[in-house]
């Protein structure tokens, strides 16, 4: 689990407080580790998929959009909440990384529900027909887009609908106006969607830090 800035027995002791993931979860992250280390960092925690998919029941979303899809574990658990006939689209520059995803996909199926969209995501965003209302969106991309993600979504989100931000705490170094770089770009993002009128939101210490926003 993300947030060792609640110290060292905290975070474990959450996230076996969570419903646990089931075997499909489980082995794509033990794959997502296997084959890219490097990167593993990038995949949402188990509690956070158990929230996200709490938060996509409660609001009884039927379309949801993911800006980042990595190897597929966070759009699983969205896609998992999704009322009957509800849909994703999964928005990814990585056709490696999404490959997993799609096997994944298929084991959990959910094929039928999501649909990859390989390209820059703003402009996936701006293709989507206008009178297209979203209900439920994630934003776990490249940091320096999320304020360009944030303003492509909000237009499109239904009144009530709710957009949730990942990594927007930088393991407690959000704080810290010495740290670099992802940091002061968050600390902006953070900021903006403080002060915009046309949400009300609450950043969470869930895993590396969850802003939810909700469109008034």
Known sequence: MKGSYLGEALPAYLSAHATQPDQVLRDLAVETTALHADFAGMQIAPEQGTFMTMLVQLTGAKLAVEVGTFTGYSSICIARGLAPGGRLIACDVSEEWTSMARKYWERAGLTDRIELRLGDAVET????????????????????G???????????????????????IQGGRITDPEAGGNVPVLREFNDMVTADPRVDSVLLPVADGLTLVRKR
């Open 125 to 144: 965003l701006g293709a989507m027909p206008d009178d297209e209302e979203i209900d439920f969106a994630f934003i776990d991309a490249d940091k320096g």
């Open 146 to 168: 999320y304020p360009a993600y944030y303003e492509a979504l909000l237009p499109r989100m239904r009144p009530g609908g709710l957009i949730v931000c990942d990594n927007t």
